[in-house]
């Protein structure tokens, strides 16, 4: 296996290498003289600021001993994408950084709004790595009581909405899920001010989080069952399913899907109906 790595890493390099001009990397054309596309391997060396044999040794596929700060010197003068970056610590044996949003995947809202629109009648929202809330569907807004004067954070909104509070049924059972699940989102960014500040809010305005934070339990995000009593149409039994778009990891999608059980799924097509809509319009608590 890791000589079919190393044979991989030896194909890639050599690919993202033929790729970049001279003119790109800052270097004179050469003209004629250059036999083959793309920077030749010493030019590499040169701009990366490594050994010219190293790096040689490196697009052969030799099993050679790697750092972190290197591999990323290598990734800068191929103009390596954040995909290409991390694919290329895999390669090269490393454990990869976390992601990053490239900058030609930045506007992708447009779709995402598309999808979550598209998964009506059920409830879709899209929230940022904070848990804080991108967009979300009507349906969303007609069962789950998201709307434009409530606080835009998932985790925050789940312990201080009274409107989601009254109808969620499951809330004493799903709260240690939820905690957990945002201290795992914690956890990939252990120094990130932003969680810090989330955390510390949630403790002021709500003493159930802080205690259930203090247990320090943890969880990926994933599936959560939850029991709704709504007042148009009664009870509901859903399913939530957190989904990661790989070209922006800094969001997720948090689908609802209908259960069997109390006809939901026909109770939110009739919420979604011109009749449904019309008596959702004003939220009522109970």
């Known amino acids: ?12 390099l050599m690919s ?3 790729r970049v001009s001279p003119t790109e ?21 040169v701009l990366a600021g490594v050994g010219v044999s190293w790096y040689q040794w490196l697009e052969q596929g030799r099993d050679i001993t790697v750092s972190p700060q290197v591999l990323d010197s290598v990734g ?7 995909a290409e970056r991390r694919h290329l610590y895999v390669l090269a044996g490393l454990n990869p950084p976390a992601p990053e949003v490239d ?29 804080n809330t991108i967009m979300y569907n009507e349906a969303a ?29 499951s809330w004493e059972l799903n709260a240690p899920d939820v905690v957990a699940q945002f201290r795992a989102a ?36 994933g599936q959560v069952s939850k029991e709704m009593e709504h007042p148009l149409v009664g009870t509901l039994f859903m399913e939530s399913t957190q989904l ?9 999608i948090v689908m609802h899907t209908a259960l069997p059980e109390a006809d939901t799924a026909q109770k939110l097509q009739w919420l979604a109906s011109p009749e449904g809509r019309r008596g959702s319009m004003y939220p009522i608590a109970g």
């Not at 296996?1 to 890639?12: I, S, T, W």
């Not at 999808?115 to 009648?121: G, R, T």
């Not at 990130?192 to 500040?197: H, K, L, M, R, V």
């Open 1 to 12: 296996m890791k000589a079919h790595r190393l044979g991989e890493l030896r194909q890639f």
């Open 16 to 18: 993202r290498r033929a």
């Open 25 to 45: 990397a800052g270097l004179p054309d050469g003209g004629a003289r250059r036999r083959t596309p793309g920077l030749r391997r010493e030019e590499v060396a």
């Open 76 to 82: 800068r003068v191929l103009r390596l994408s954040s």
């Open 103 to 131: 900058p030609g995947d930045a506007n992708m809202c447009a779709g995402l709004r598309r999808l979550i629109d598209a998964w009506m009648p059920f409830p879709a929202h899209i929230m940022d790595s904070y848990w």
């Open 141 to 169: 807004g007609m069962v789950l009581g998201m709307r434009p004067g409530l606080v835009q954070n998932c985790l925050i909104a789940f312990f201080t909405d009274p409107i989601y509070r009254a109808r969620a049924r």
């Open 186 to 221: 914690c956890s990939e960014c252990p120094d990130d001010e932003g969680f810090q500040q989330i955390v510390a809010e949630a403790k002021v305005v709500s003493q159930e989080f802080a205690e259930l934070w203090e247990r320090r339990d943890i969880a990926p995000g």
């Open 244 to 252: 990661r778009v790989p070209a922006r990891p800094d969001l997720a």
